[in-house]
């Protein structure tokens, strides 16, 4: 037997199970990317403006690879390549994590990391085992669409409340405003939190703006029989500022209340230019050993039900980097290199942008710039007839800074502002 279900224009035929059938989705991003890249491929790179998917293009628009990342790849021996590796992660792995995560600024108390599928499997981890089916994920309005997925996948639900406020600072009132109604409705409340270096914005919390939210969630849960997941997703850490200064408010998750786990979601994409390696990692942070022994405990065991074990390769190559001090040096050395490339295509994006009197949201480092705007796919679709490629979003249109060269950020605020005149919409 089979059932039918309404799809897109016309009924059509499924033997899926009712929590899976009619699921589809549509990837902007790297649907963009296609278009960009078949016209790249027809008219030459030259012609055509590709700034949609997050990777590190160097000027010339070649796929960055780290070189001391390629040279520890190229090192593996043949058993590194191919063996299964724990569950969990080799230990020498996690322990690498673990250091290259928090640098100088390691919170007090127990710390615990598992391997997992990029960022994207830690983020899979968390709502699927701390949080109820039919609960709500929290996460700022402005944020990576997979977060959506993932929980609607899940039987979840995403929650928004609004990142900025009217003067482009962190809206701490919304989110406590949120934060409280979850709690009086949910046993856990798991928030994520892309800082720093959002996506899509390039906004980050600032150290008071962390100390507030600690406080407040300390408060909210204290003498209550609740608890808070916190999220820090840093997929961009290793591209948002000085390598100490960028990782110091980890030291504020140290010694939180035993009902307040924080995970962060560790990725090795960006940081080591491994992106399709699907490499990374969950780390936990609590006061509570017991705690930090289920954290273990739970994610193992659904990673074993998930993907079973992680890429063994990559991380071996990460252990080959961060054993050597002489390498790790290397490895500072050549992030701080784009870091500061991507740095002079943001500041010449947001120089002309100022000056042809395109708005854009506050962007402190990271990938990407967004130009908030209504009717972005209408935008979008105009700037494609001029070879250009952005990302649309539900309330602005994404511009990945990492992937577009000096020479092309030249002129392109002034493109979108045509674009913008052309089709009627205002910001």
Not at 7 to 28: L, Y
Not at 66 to 78: C, G, H
Request: proline share 3%; with cysteine; hydrophobic share 40%.
């Amino acid at each position: 037997m089979y059932k039918q279900i309404r799809g897109i224009g016309s009924m059509m035929k499924s033997v899926a199970a009712p929590q899976a059938s009619a699921k589809f989705s549509e990837d902007k991003i790297f649907g963009a990317n296609n278009r960009a890249t078949a016209l790249a491929e027809k008219l030459g790179a030259d012609k055509v403006i590709n700034g949609t998917v997050g990777s590190i293009l160097d000027e010339d628009g070649n796929l960055v690879m780290l070189d001391v990342v390629q040279k520890a790849f190229n090192a593996l021996t043949t058993r590194e390549i191919i063996a299964y590796a724990p569950i969990q992660g080799y230990d020498d792995y996690l322990s690498a994590v673990i250091d290259q995560c928090f640098g100088e600024s390691n919170p007090e108390g127990y710390v615990r990391a598992c391997a997992t599928f990029g960022g994207s499997g830690a983020l899979h981890h968390v709502i699927h085992n701390y949080s109820e089916r039919g609960d709500e994920i929290l996460t700022s309005d402005w944020h990576w669409d997979a977060y959506g997925s993932m929980c609607t996948d899940n039987g979840r639900t995403l929650r928004e409340f609004l990142l900025l406020d009217d003067k482009g600072a962190f809206n701490f009132r919304d989110f406590r405003a949120h934060v409280r109604d979850l709690i009086s409705k949910q046993l856990n409340t798991v928030i994520i939190m892309n800082s720093p270096a959002n996506n899509p914005t390039g906004f980050a919390l600032s150290d008071g703006d962390w100390d507030n939210v600690l406080a407040f969630l300390k408060e909210s849960v204290a003498g209550k029989d609740k608890n808070i997941i916190l999220v820090p997703d840093v997929a961009y850490l290793d591209y948002s500022g000085e390598k100490q200064a960028c990782r110091r408010f980890f030291k504020k998750f140290g010694n939180l209340p035993d009902n307040i786990l924080v995970v962060i979601a560790y990725t090795l994409s960006k940081g080591f230019t491994m992106y399709g390696q699907r490499i990374g990692a969950m780390i936990g942070v609590t006061a509570n050993k017991e705690v930090a022994d289920e954290f273990v405990a739970i994610n193992r065991y659904s990673s074993r039900a998930t993907w079973s074990n992680s890429n063994g390769a990559a991380m071996k190559a990460m252990v080959r980097i961060c054993s050597d001090p002489e390498k790790v040096n290397e490895l500072d050395a050549e992030r701080a290199e784009y870091f500061t490339l991507i740095k002079e295509r943001a500041e010449l994006f947001m120089k002309e942008a100022d000056a042809c009197g395109l708005t854009y949201l506050p962007y402190m480092s990271g990938f990407f710039i967004t130009i908030p705007l209504t009717g972005a796919q209408a935008v979008a679709d105009d700037l494609e007839k001029e070879h250009i490629f952005l990302v649309p979003l539900d309330k602005g249109i994404r511009l990945a800074v990492c992937s577009v060269s000096k020479k092309k950020i030249q002129g392109l605020a002034a493109k979108i502002k045509a674009a913008l005149d052309k089709t009627g919409i205002t910001q």
